[in-house]
């Protein structure tokens, strides 16, 4: 029996699931995990959050979840309410959401690539199509391409990664403003990255005011080191909130993830305290590799694309060979490498020198 031979979908025969490798090795850098876990007193409030939860377990959980959005609301500032968030099980339901509501048969979604690689797969499970738009050498997009793909398709949805995974590149605002007004359907800035962006790189959410058609997703997998948690969120207008309302499943939000959430949210001072070390080892990332006679591209995020080798497999290969697990992804020639503890990036960089030789 072969996936080949069940009645499935047409429109999924011959489709590949999402792989990253998740493999025992001692130095993970290939999924931008934050790599500092959560300190003694985090666990233990966790722990106390999650024994009063279960004391409520034989009832559902607040279907709207309201508690944690308006606690999120608070965190992201800009005089948003929880009226204005939702939230789901990490940034990818959050994204499937949004595309079971104005994406769909018959309906197509743009993004450009090289981009984050769920957006087509997410696409492809609720039956959109997926278009796939162009960046320049440098990974910045041209708003005039951008505007013409945009004219020609009439997606129903458009995404626009910033800081782009796997490129590391911000967006200016000017170009989300210029696709706002050339999308005839909702523009969706994923934001998974946006605490790592370099001081004065503007968020998204300064634009929402007079947008109703602009959505805004984030993420605790990332900065806020709670990938496991898997929670991520929205922020829009208050109607957006409603589109969600019709396409989520009930109880989506299990009332243990709710409760962490929250702890988190409340811990997060201590969280984003690991921010600022990133971004310092993430920068001098960038430094060791020009200086190695490597490219990089410049990053606002928790990973470094860098490159290119002719043969990239044998690269990564070799580096794995040393324990230093790190993705194969971006255009060809060119890896991955997300940035973890000092300690991390000494063992990755000594593994490449190794690899080169
Ligand atoms: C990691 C990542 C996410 C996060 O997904 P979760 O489901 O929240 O873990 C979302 N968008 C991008 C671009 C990412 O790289």
Do not use: C
């Not at 969120?233 to 019709?246: E, F, K, N, R, T």
Request: a negative charge; glycine letters at 8%; proline letters at 6%.
């Amino acid at each position: 029996m072969t996936l080949d031979d069940l009645p499935i979908r047409d429109d999924l025969r011959g489709k590949h699931p999402y792989g990253a490798p998740q493999l025992d090795v001692p130095v993970q850098l290939n999924t931008n995990e934050n790599p500092y876990p959560p300190s003694a007193a985090l666990i233990d409030d966790l722990a106390r959050a999650v024994r009063h939860g279960a004391s409520t377990l034989n009832r559902y959980p607040d279907r709207d979840a309201v508690d944690l959005r308006k606690d999120l609301a608070d965190y992201l500032g800009h005089g948003l309410t929880a009226r204005q968030v939702w939230a789901a099980n990490g940034s990818n339901e959050i994204i499937q959401q949004i595309l079971q509501a104005f994406g769909g048969p018959g309906r197509a979604a743009i993004g450009f690539e090289p981009s984050y690689s769920m957006h087509p797969i997410i696409a492809s499970g609720t039956s959109t199509r997926w278009i796939e738009g162009a960046r320049e050498e440098d990974f910045s997009i041209d708003v005039g391409r951008a505007v013409a793909a945009i004219e020609e398709h009439r997606p129903g949805v458009v995404f626009l990664t910033s800081p782009n995974n796997p490129t590391g590149t911000a967006l200016p605002l000017v170009v989300i403003e210029s696709i706002l007004a050339a999308a005839p359907g909702m523009v969706v800035v994923d934001e998974a990255y946006a605490e790592f962006a370099r001081t004065g790189t503007p968020s998204a959410l300064s634009l929402l005011p007079g947008n109703p058609r602009l959505i805004v997703t984030r993420t605790m997998s990332k900065a806020f080191a709670m990938a496991g948690t898997r929670l991520g969120y929205l922020a829009a207008d208050p109607a957006v909130v409603d589109a969600m309302l019709l396409v989520r499943l009930p109880y989506h939000l299990s009332t243990l993830t709710q409760a962490a959430a929250r702890v988190a949210v409340a811990h997060r001072e201590e969280l984003l305290g690991t921010v600022d070390r990133l971004r310092a080892e993430r920068d001098a990332t960038v430094e060791w590799i020009r200086h190695r006679g490597l490219e990089a591209a410049d990053s606002d995020a928790n990973f470094v694309l860098f490159g290119r080798f002719p043969n990239r497999r044998a690269v990564w290969e070799g580096l794995l060979e040393q324990g230093v697990l790190i993705r194969e992804t971006g255009p060809a020639g060119w890896l991955r490498v997300s940035i973890g503890t000092s300690e991390e990036m000494a063992a990755f960089r000594a593994a490449l020198e190794g690899v080169l030789g």
